[in-house]
């Protein structure tokens, strides 16, 4: 079963700094399948920031057309933006992003306040996430209270606490050591193969690409072969 | 939890940040509402004075005038009614306990101040014939717990009685309500004649005139001839209508009121600036989380409303509380200041004005930090790590 979860055809993506153009992607083609793991590498400055934040409708093309499920979320305005990422899309930040003045629960509940629940609704939904990323223990504990493979434990299950289908996450272990990043790793992983979320995940790190179904390597605006990079 | 609770998390971030604020939106508000209550207060008083003339001592009014004064001035076309007045200096039992007093020709006195309060008719028949009966205002009345009949001794921090006395022995013959709310009614009006037989100096003398005309159009004339008719004698006088007057009467606390004017204007404008920038700030400090809520799906409206709520909230916790400590003080200046500023309060006016400046302080302090939030695009407020 391959139905296309998104697809990006001839997206272009292009600043203007004074009388400058800067391109970054040109002409981006691609396909990611529902259900799919997939680990974006690359130098920096390649364009992997700006492709997650494209396949998120937090920017938007200069050309060119985004589908998710079919449906064309370029033309989208910011209003609509807004109710789509909050209904099919979770994010996680290398640097967690989590709300100092909120504790674990309150800051996975944020997301479930665009939502019409019941208190005790959001109370059981910020539960079940915590549970997923074995957190329950820490609910009434701040950020600052934690360590960063907690935080980012926190930021996962906001991420997940409204059920989207699809996962991006930017570098998400790029903050942690091995140790804890396979943690993590594992945890998105398990998303992936058990609630059959869509990753897209941005990593430099060959160790942690390894736990996605497939790498793709962007270099300069467009993707490359793994051969062609090496050479 | 709900947007409110986000709010209020938000400005108890920092906590030292949050309190300076509240604390110079509170002392302006404070300020606003002691000026506000006075100001209202010599406007009442002000006011509630319709067409009638006063006349003064011209060398200020503190200095008295013969009493022959008043058949001269009804005799003038266009006066209806003269009712005289002169200053007791009255309290009961203790110096503290002041009641503003003063020694009137009931008749007059009733003619010409009639439409501030009405006298019973009962009341009234005896303030006309008996010559130690008194007129007192509820206020009075009811501190003290004073019912019509009762014998009242009257002390006077100015006057004395020809056996040494410094007490009038009086009786209530009415009690009566001010019509207007905030008009003063901690008064007592004892008779002129009983006073002036029984003073040991100054008879024959009287504090001011005041006197209604048959219609506003003499009012003009009348100021200037009834000057120019004592010019040149002992005792000349200064005439003006009563309006005019009691903004005289109340110049030197008007002058402080002017003052405090600019200080409060001054304190508005500052607490303005120091909010709004301080919100700017607040708000630029959390871009990176404002775009992370945005991230999350918030619509920007929502964060709109979200920043303006943090700053009302501000500046409502300061502005209500201000208002309140400024009740509490006008209620301790009543007693200090009642004998020249009646019926000073906090009055719903105020309490309507004092809102929607905070509306306006929190609307204007948030708005440019919030319209900026709202706008901030995602890509931005995230930056690039
Ligand atoms: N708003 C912007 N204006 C101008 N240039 C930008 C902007 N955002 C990104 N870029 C540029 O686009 C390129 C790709 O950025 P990015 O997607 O963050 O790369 P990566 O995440 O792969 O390091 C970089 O050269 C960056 O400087
Ligand atoms: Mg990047």
């Not at chain 1, 093309?61 to 064309?72: L, M, S």
């Not at chain 1, 140790?179 to 995940?201: F, H, P, S, W, Y």
């Not at chain 2, 022995?169 to 009690?175: E, Q």
């Not at chain 2, 440019?368 to 709202?374: E, F, G, K, L, N």
Request: aromatic letters at 8%.
């Amino acid at each position: 079963m391959s139905d296309t979860l998104i697809r990006l055809a001839g997206v272009e993506k292009s600043f203007v700094k004074g009388k400058e153009k800067i391109s970054i992607f040109e002409h981006l083609d691609m396909t990611i399948p529902r259900g799919d793991f997939v680990a974006i590498m690359g130098p920096s400055g390649s364009g992997k920031t700006t492709l997650l934040n494209l396949l998120g409708g937090i920017d938007s093309p200069t050309a060119g057309e985004i589908q998710f499920a079919g449906e064309r979320i370029d033309s989208h305005s910011e209003r609509q933006l807004s109710k789509w990422r909050s209904d099919h899309v979770g994010f996680i930040f290398q640097f967690y992003n989590l709300m100092p003045m909120l504790n674990a629960a309150q800051n996975v509940e944020l997301p479930l306040l665009l939502k019409p629940l019941s208190a005790s609704q959001r109370k059981n939904n910020v539960a079940a996430a915590l549970e997923v990323v074995s957190l329950s223990d820490r609910a009434k504990h701040f950020p600052r209270e934690m360590s960063g493979g907690q935080q980012q434990r926190v930021a996962i299950a906001r991420a997940i606490v409204s059920d989207p289908q699809m996962l991006l996450c930017d570098e998400p272990t790029g903050d942690l050591d091995r140790t804890v990043a396979d943690e993590i790793l594992g945890v998105l992983q398990l998303l992936n193969r058990e609630l059959g979320k869509t990753i897209v995940m941005v990593t430099h790190d060959p160790a942690a690409a390894r736990y996605a179904k497939r790498t793709l390597h962007l270099d300069k605006g467009k993707f490359v072969e793994r051969e062609e990079l090496a050479a | 939890m709900s947007d409110f609770k986000l709010v209020w998390k938000n400005l108890m971030r920092r906590k030292l940040r949050t309190f300076l604020m509240l604390f110079a939106i509170l002392i302006a508000f404070m300020i606003f509402g002691v000026l506000a209550a006075l100001e209202q207060a010599f406007d009442s008083n002000a006011s509630s004075s319709g067409d009638r003339l006063m006349i003064v001592n011209k060398i200020n009014f503190t200095q008295p005038l013969p009493i022959s004064y008043v058949q001269r001035v009804r005799a003038l076309e266009g006066v209806k009614q003269v009712a005289h007045m002169n200053w007791f200096g009255g309290y009961y039992q203790e110096p503290r306990n002041q009641i503003t007093t003063f020694a009137v020709d009931p008749g007059s006195y009733i003619d010409v101040y009639q439409s501030e309060f009405e006298v019973p008719d009962a009341g009234r028949r005896v303030f006309l014939s008996e010559k130690t009966s008194v007129i007192v205002g509820k206020t009075a009345a009811d501190k003290w717990g004073w019912k019509v009949g009762d014998h009242i001794p009257l002390n006077s921090n100015i006057f004395s009685q020809k056996n040494g006395a410094r007490v009038w022995d009086v009786t209530v013959a009415a009690i009566v309500t001010p019509k207007k709310e905030t008009a003063d009614a901690n008064f007592i009006a004892l008779r002129y004649d009983y006073f002036d037989e029984t003073r040991s100096f100054g008879k024959d003398q009287i504090g001011w005139m005041a006197l209604t005309t048959t219609s506003a159009a003499y009012n003009d004339r009348l100021v200037k001839q009834i000057d120019e008719m004592f010019a040149n004698s002992p005792y000349e006088t200064s005439t003006d209508t009563e309006k005019a007057f009691s903004k005289a009467f109340v110049a030197q606390l008007g002058n402080i009121a002017l003052m405090v004017g600019l200080v409060v204007g001054a304190a508005f404008i500052t607490i303005l600036m120091i909010v709004g920038n301080t919100m700017a700030m607040a708000v630029r400090e959390r871009t990176r989380e404002i775009g992370v809520l945005k991230t999350l799906g918030f619509p920007g409206p929502r964060i709109l409303k979200m920043v303006l709520g943090e700053s009302l909230l501000l500046a409502v916790l300061g502005g209500v509380t201000g208002m309140l400590i400024a009740a509490a003080a006008t209620t301790a200046l009543r007693g200090a200041v009642g004998n020249f500023v009646g019926g000073l309060a906090i009055t719903p006016v105020i309490m309507v004005m004092g809102a929607v400046m905070m509306l306006l302080l929190g609307l204007i302090t948030g708005l440019m930090p919030a319209m900026s939030a709202m706008r901030l695009p995602i890509v931005q407020a995230l930056g690039r790590s």
